[in-house]
């Protein structure tokens, strides 16, 4: 008996010793309720989507029978069943109402709760990189660096029907801007998002989910310590630094990864005017984005695709990014 006793007198000190270990180690996620809040969230803004996408296609399945129930009334001598062919139709109308009112109302309340799982994954990556993220606004341009106006010019021609009206030849040829009169002058400065089409809700965040919802992501830019402290402004037709900061939606930083930038303006037919690399890992879940330069302002799409490491060994065109990361910039 006094054996056993011992023995177990000999494990509960074995676990004693074992659990103060762990309380005094690092945590390997994020030390908040955040995460699992914003999963929760996240699971309840999917299901309504699920939910709203069901509507939909019962919506459909309705609308078809609508359709028939019309053509056969059409098509009926009866007039007893004519008459019993467009009641059913009616009732498929009222139900028809009836599945397009619950998908919108379950899209509103998905969008709601996924707005509610963003904000709640945004406090977790502060907390979780409260280092390394300075910004939390979305970027926006330096208003210093606008003197350089892409697709613009101050004079557009030098045709002599049009000096009238671009200034004089000795204007123009002297190349100083500034010497033209402008009441003389026209020139092609537009508005940068004239011919892009930027929806008014466009989520222009700099924390993102991924599109597979795997991980959680930020963005902003990696200033020295001699720059500005405003890090939330990117300069016009300089190339400069980011930091993209990911983890996994729970909670882990993202280390490791091999990801590829790339980059469009959804209104114009062009990308990037550079191809930004991601060149160092500052701490893990902290990359070093260098390279990148904007040489418009307007609507940028920009995406950061997550490989895995483990599968460098095969050809691009083998490879599938495990997830990717889509940023939308006004700049």
């Known amino acids: ?14 676990l004693a010793a074992l659990a103060a270990f762990y309380a005094n180690s690092e945590p390997l996620v994020a030390n908040n309720k ?13 299901n309504d989507e699920k939910k709203a996408r069901q509507s939909l296609v019962d919506a459909n399945s309705v609308r078809q029978a609508i359709s028939k129930a019309r053509v056969e ?19 498929l109308a009222n139900e ?6 619950n998908g919108a109302d379950y899209r509103v309340q ?35 660096t606008l003197d350089y106006i892409s697709h613009n010019t101050a004079v557009r021609s030098v045709h002599p029907t049009m000096l009238n009206k671009m200034g004089t030849a000795e204007e123009q040829q002297s190349g100083n801007k500034n010497s033209i009169q402008k009441d003389n002058v026209m020139t092609l400065r537009i508005a940068s998002l004239m011919g892009q089409s930027a ?6 965040s700099a924390f993102r989910l991924s599109n597979q919802q795997g991980y959680f992501a930020h963005i902003e830019v990696h200033n020295s310590t001699e720059q500005k402290n405003n890090v939330s402004q990117v300069p016009l037709n300089n190339i400069h630094q980011w930091r993209l900061i990911i983890s996994d939606v729970k909670g882990a930083p993202v280390s490791g990864k091999n990801i590829k930038i790339v980059g469009h303006m959804p209104g114009h037919v062009h990308g990037l005017p550079t191809q930004p690399q991601v060149t160092k890992e500052l701490a893990p879940g902290v990359f070093l984005v260098e390279g990148v330069k904007f040489q418009m ?16 060994s095969k050809s691009e065109q083998e490879l599938a990014p495990l997830d990717i990361l889509t940023f939308n910039l006004i700049l």
Do not use: C
């Not at 929806?199 to 222009?204: G, Q, V, Y």
């Open 199 to 204: 929806p008014a809700d466009l989520n222009i």
């Open 96 to 101: 028809l109402e009836a599945h397009q009112k």
């Open 34 to 46: 955040n995460f699992e809040t914003a999963n929760r969230f996240l699971q309840q803004a999917n």
């Open 297 to 312: 302002q307007g609507w940028w799409v920009i995406q950061f695709e997550i490989y895995d490491d483990n599968n460098v």
């Open 1 to 14: 008996m006094f054996y056993y006793h011992k023995k177990y007198l000999l494990i509960m000190v074995a």
């Open 73 to 91: 009334a059409r098509r009926e001598k009866q007039s007893d069943v004519k008459v019993e062919l467009l009641k059913k139709a009616e009732r």
């Open 110 to 144: 998905g969008q709601s709760k996924m707005q509610l799982a963003a904000d709640s994954f945004s406090v977790g990556l502060i907390e979780l990189f409260e280092k390394w993220i300075v910004n939390r606004a979305p970027l926006t341009m330096d208003p210093e």
